[in-house]
């Protein structure tokens, strides 16, 4: 009987269900091919050629219109049975070396043949089969038993559930076909939204919760009066430098700028104030209306402070802002040029360090971040200022999570802000968090026109105080 | 923030004990240093050159150390480790000393040719000092790290170091025209004119970058002995004639510069960190620099300053209850000698001339948190109560975003910079048309612009996805941005939606019904009545003629849509026909 016949009668029997259990079983086996079996029965190729040569030697040129001649030659040759003599008066000769040989090649086949192949060494094998002599086959069998509903009459199983079964009640004495669980649903079609606008969309979601205004941050374009100047950041500050910024030709400068407060801003920077040495240098006004692509959402934070100091009495807030920000740098796997930043602003009357940490510890809690430590920091605006560090326990090893600080009484006073308020902030990068979160090593697989949208496709909820994924092989600095 | 390296070795010798790497991580860590990386001469080469560079190099351990950018006083060894035994509280912290030398007064006089180059100068003398080689190498590597930083790469100053016993005052900083200056430089075997310098140096990987500063300048500044010897052409190299070497006794510092209080904390920075070798321990020998108006002056400075803090602004600021005694012990572990006076609330603190960074209340207030421990303060909430909003604008696109993906479109986000040729040529119109504003310095075309269309960066994500099964939906809710001289910067953010539908067919059905969608979730309803929206057809370069509607709505223009024209499938690399919608959402708050 043909082999796949009953390899398609054994399918079909399966499919309908318990009716007969059947094993596959497959083993393998070695056989002769056509050439392997010809030479099984006539000898090897080269022990033809030997046996064709006459004591007094044989021509080449004749040699070699022997069937076996081109291959059994060279075969011969390295086995060193034959030699071939050059100096011949009618061209190359050749002659016996040996006076009898031993056939390995046949013998081995015959080996093979009489189903004895496990004799020989792998090796051996190998080189049979290289010479294309020997074959593996795999043979399929199947070893079928009674399944638990094994039955000698058939009837066709229904696929599916339809309406008529239902109405006339057919349902209850079919055989239906079982599902093959183990198979994927068909996706439904749907939008999807980005994975690092859904991490935005939480980090709102963390403010809200912890009753923080949302700021305007719809204007890219500004001024280094409010993205520097305002900030008490000085204009010989390395960040101003054309290497770090990117300066706007067109509109090249700020048009108007609150001139009142820029004349104490102006002061503070170039002989102090408000108990401020200043920097003592020569402040341009021209500097400040340079206009750039804001390098921080804090010049948006600037403007909201300086809003706020112009309304009395004072009133406490909570801002915060998520926004993109952009930097003329040189970009790497973790660098572009625009990211975004997210930003936590608190003004009252007598805030401490001690609040910071405390508003630090309940934000990052709520990102599942628990193990937090503070570092001593730099930055022009903050003092004191902290770098917040966080364990990682997938890199074994404490990573910076953000930035913080109470702004300084230079950048405060200024605005008109009272004396006895403290403001203090923090920020981080949207991405960085986005990309440990989502295991991303490079943040052109994140954000920008690049990214697979099969990864937009597949990423799942964001679900930031939930146990993260495993951590990325490579760390995401 | 600058890395200082220092031979680890060396700094355990001189802190006067060794820690184990993890305990001088955490020594650094919470003086608000980083151990940033552990290191030596041999793998630094052989990372950055192959093995076979950095066969001889030496392995000695360095360790890497990132300090703020503020704290000049710790970017040497000899800084870092006197800042670290005083917070450590195994050292007092020395006092710097400025004397009157026994015999003339080494004098700097300045010329008015300097005022349109590089008007200040400064200078100082450190006498009997012996150095070692390691001693040495501190020394001009302190010169190099105080360049790169707080003297912006010798833009604001350069510092000139040389071999007094080779000089004779008084010396003489003028300004020059470059042909008439002629010295042989260091590391050079004959003199040059600073032309001919300059161009030399236009080779070397060290010295052009600081040529720019001068270059174009019609006078040059210099500095003569009384002999007429060349001591140096700031901010560019020094004169070879008085070099100094390991075996230098007696050191004339000069600091030229456009920034008169950054060039005399560099002087001071320079003497306090090694005056530490000179015979006399922390005393620096004054000069007299005459500027061009007849006044002259003695430098270094190393001024004194005392504040006054209150010890309970201290407390408050950090939310800590220490006493008055305790917090003027703290503050002198940094370097702040300070006590208690007064009333025993007022702590009195001593500024010296290495903390050029203390300049507020505030500053001095970081430093008693650090010495306290930032992470010994009591974490508390403030009692702050608010009610949150969020911004209207973002609140609209939130809802938006999730009825868009809800309607089968997935979002894209796309950079807010491209070139010209995305927002312009590609899209048919010229670039003057689109109102964008345009970047002074982009390193690439890609920083040319902000967008003014969402559009260019969509169908960039559909070319980047070409594989992907078709239909491709794609919206983006962001922002761009236009002139306007009705701003104070000149320029406005308008909030776009943007929807692209590509595939076999056009799909303009399909893009129209999103609009319908999206009025429907706005709540604008069909027709001009009654502030509702309609489309008319309209035209644009963007569009294939006759497929193309002006949408209108709350009575005002508000965008288009339509099937895009193939020229610009064909421009954005793409192969299938499009439509797209986009529109400005402002007008639906």
């Known amino acids: 009987m043909e082999h796949q016949a009953v390899v398609g009668a054994v399918k079909s029997l399966q499919a309908l269900g318990e009716v007969i259990e059947a094993e596959l079983r497959s083993t393998k086996r070695w056989e002769l091919t056509a050439e392997g079996e010809e030479i099984a029965r006539e000898g090897s190729h080269e022990a033809r050629v030997f046996r064709s040569i006459p004591p007094e030697g044989l021509a080449q040129s004749e040699l070699m219109r022997l069937p076996s001649g081109k291959v059994g030659f060279s075969k011969a040759m390295s086995n060193k049975w034959i030699r071939v003599d050059k100096s011949a008066a009618d061209g190359p000769r050749v002659f016996r070396v040996v006076d009898s040989m031993e056939d390995e090649v046949q013998r081995r086949l015959q080996l093979v043949q009489g189903g004895q192949a496990e004799k020989l060494g792998e090796k051996e094998r190998s080189e049979l089969r290289k010479r294309k002599l020997l074959a593996e086959v795999t043979l399929k069998t199947y070893w079928v038993s009674k399944g638990s509903a094994f039955s000698t009459s058939i009837s066709k199983q229904e696929t599916e559930l339809s309406p008529e079964m239902i109405s006339s009640g057919s349902w209850r004495d079919r055989p239906f076909k079982p599902y093959n669980f183990l198979a994927h649903g068909v996706l439904p079609d749907s939008g999807h939204l980005h994975p690092l606008l859904k991490v935005r969309s939480q980090f709102r979601q963390i403010f809200l919760e912890m009753g923080f205004t949302e700021m305007p941050t719809d204007n890219f374009i500004e001024s280094s009066f409010w993205n520097f100047d305002a900030l008490f950041q000085p204009q010989q500050h390395p960040a101003r430098d054309q290497h770090d910024t990117f300066f706007l030709r067109d509109p090249a400068e700020a048009l108007q700028l609150p001139m009142d407060y820029v004349q104490r801003v102006k002061r503070t920077h170039s002989q102090g104030g408000y108990g401020s040495q200043g920097y003592k240098y020569t402040w341009k006004l021209d500097e400040a209306r340079k206009n750039l692509l804001r390098t921080h959402t804090t010049s948006a934070s600037a403007r909201a402070l300086y809003r706020l100091a112009q309304k009395k009495p004072f009133t406490p807030v909570k801002y915060f802002s998520i926004d993109r920000v952009f930097r003329n740098e040189t970009l790497d796997a973790t660098h572009l040029a625009e990211f975004h930043q997210i930003e936590g602003v608190v003004a009252d009357h007598g805030l401490t360090l001690g609040h910071l940490m405390g508003i630090l510890r309940e934000f990052f809690t709520k990102l599942g971040i628990t193990q937090l430590r503070f570092k001593p920091a730099y930055n022009p605006y903050t003092e004191p200022s902290m770098e917040v560090f966080s364990y990682h326990q997938g890199l074994k090893k404490w990573v910076e999570v953000g930035n913080s600080g109470v702004f300084r009484p230079e950048m405060l006073l200024p605005m008109g802000l009272p004396e006895n308020v403290s403001v203090i902030a923090w920020g981080l990068s949207l991405e960085r968090p986005t990309m440990i979160k989502y295991g991303i090593n490079n943040i052109r697989d994140l954000v920008g026109h690049k990214v697979n949208l099969q990864m937009v496709y597949d990423s799942p909820l964001c679900r930031l105080d939930a146990e993260p994924r495993p951590p990325p092989t490579q760390e995401a600095a | ?589």
């Open chain 2, 1 to 589: 923030m600058p890395t200082v390296s220092v031979k680890r070795d060396l700094l355990f010798q001189a802190l006067g004990r060794t820690y184990t790497d993890e305990e001088f991580d955490e020594l650094c860590f919470e003086f608000g240093l980083e151990l940033d990386e552990i290191t030596s001469e041999k793998e630094i080469i052989s990372k950055e050159q192959g093995n076979v560079k950095a066969a001889g190099a030496s392995d000695v351990v360095l360790y890497k150390i990132d300090v703020p950018a503020n704290r000049y006083d710790l970017l040497c060894l000899e800084g870092l480790v006197r800042g670290l035994q005083v917070f450590k509280e195994r050292i007092k912290a020395p006092v710097y000393k400025r004397v009157m030398p026994d015999g003339k007064i080494q004098k700097l006089i300045i010329t008015e040719e300097t005022a349109k180059i590089r008007p200040f100068a400064v200078a100082a003398v450190l006498r009997n000092i012996k150095f070692t080689k390691d001693r040495y190498d501190s020394f001009i590597e302190l010169q190099e790290r105080l360049h790169q930083n707080i003297c912006r790469k010798r833009a604001l100053v350069a510092i000139g170091t040389h071999d007094l016993d080779t000089l004779s005052g008084p010396f003489t900083y003028t300004a020059k025209r470059p042909s008439d200056i002629k010295f042989k430089p260091l590391n050079k075997t004959k003199e040059y004119t600073a032309c001919e310098l300059m161009n030399i140096y236009k080779t070397d990987n060290h010295l052009k970058h600081y040529l720019h500063i001068i270059e174009n300048k019609p006078l040059y500044p210099v500095i003569y002995d009384s002999n007429g010897v060349v001591l140096s052409m700031p901010p560019i190299i020094n004169g070879d004639h008085s070099r100094i070497t390991v075996n230098t006794r007696n050191i004339f510092i000069e600091c030229t510069g456009t920034d008169f209080t950054k060039a005399k904390i560099v002087l001071d920075i320079i003497v306090t960190m090694f005056s530490e070798y000179c015979e006399n321990q922390f005393t620096v020998e004054a000069a007299e620099v005459v500027f061009p108006n007849g006044k002259s002056y003695t430098f270094p400075e190393l001024a004194y300053r005392k504040e006054m803090v209150r010890a309970d602004l201290i407390n408050k600021k950090v939310g800590i209850r220490e006493t008055p005694e305790n917090l003027a012990k703290l503050l002198t572990r940094m370097y702040l000698k300070s006590e208690v006076i007064g009333d025993g609330n007022q702590i009195e603190i001593e500024i010296p001339p290495t903390r050029a960074d203390i300049i507020h209340a505030c500053d001095i207030v970081e430093d008693a948190a650090i010495a306290y421990g930032y992470n010994n303060i009591q974490m508390t909430l403030p009692k702050t109560y608010t009610i949150a909003n969020q911004f209207p604008l973002n609140k609209l696109t939130e809802l938006l975003r999730y009825d868009m993906a809800a309607a089968g479109f997935t979002e894209a986000l796309t950079f807010a910079l491209c070139s010209q040729e995305d927002i312009a040529d590609k899209l048919g119109l010229d670039i003057s048309a689109t109102k964008a504003v345009h970047i002074s310095n982009p390193k690439t075309a890609e920083f040319q612009v902000a967008r003014t269309t969402l559009l260019p960066g969509l169908l960039k994500t559909i070319a980047a996805n070409r594989k992907m099964p078709l239909p491709l939906k794609l919206f983006e809710i962001s922002d761009i941005v236009i002139k306007d001289s009705n701003t104070d910067v000149g320029a406005k953010n308008y909030r776009h939606l943007c929807a692209v539908y590509y595939n076999k067919n056009p799909g303009f059905e399909i893009i129209h019904g999103l609009l319908d969608r999206i009025m429907q979730l706005l709540d604008v309803p069909p027709g001009e009545d009654k502030g509702g929206y309609v489309i008319k057809a309209s035209e644009g370069p963007a569009f294939f003629p006759g497929r193309c509607a002006e949408i209108f709505a709350r009575g005002q223009s508000v965008g288009k849509l339509g099937v895009l024209h193939p020229d610009v499938i064909t421009k954005f690399e793409l192969t299938m026909p499009c439509s797209s919608l986009e529109i400005n959402i402002g007008p639906f708050l």
